[in-house]
């Protein structure tokens, strides 16, 4: 991770199930990332993580994360633009926590959000259903 970090420079770095602990917070730490935002989960280990390089002019307001560890919401500004940052986690057994966090955090979503995510979520009825085996009959 460090590596990619290092060559490929983005300012906004979001991860998920890192599953790191507050003793292995050392490890999310690399040069010139001095914001690190991350959210400890029921078994203690983070679930979500948001690291903000110091080469941009980014001053944090306020911060939610929560208690599960699901979701991180970082209110703050860019060269004095307002911007808020919502990393979202849902696995594929809480389809239904997205809606719920969505319509939960509604008067603080805006037009200014970025929301991130691996949503792990069926698009369809048709993906919800089980796998079949094939029963494919030759008839002679």
């Known amino acids: 991770m460090t590596d990619w970090i290092k060559e490929e420079d983005p300012t906004i770095y ?7 602990t507050w003793t292995d917070s050392h490890r999310l730490k690399v040069k010139e ?5 991350h959210a400890l989960g029921n078994q203690k280990s983070t679930r979500v993580v948001v690291l903000i390089s110091s080469k941009i002019e980014y001053m944090t307001k ?14 703050g500004s860019i060269q004095q633009e307002n911007i808020t940052i919502l990393i979202i ?5 809480r389809a239904k926590y997205i809606k719920q ?5 509604r008067g603080e979503v805006a037009c200014n959000t970025i929301i991130v995510g691996d949503f792990n979520i ?15 009959k030759h008839w002679s």
């Open 14 to 20: 979001c991860l998920q199930e890192t599953h790191f």
């Open 33 to 37: 990332w001095k914001k690190i935002f």
């Open 62 to 75: 306020t911060a939610k994360i929560d208690k599960e560890g699901y979701y991180i919401m970082i209110k």
């Open 89 to 93: 986690y849902a696995p594929n057994t």
């Open 101 to 105: 966090t969505l319509i939960g955090l």
């Open 122 to 136: 069926p698009l369809s009825v048709i993906d919800r259903l089980p796998a079949r085996k094939s029963t494919n």
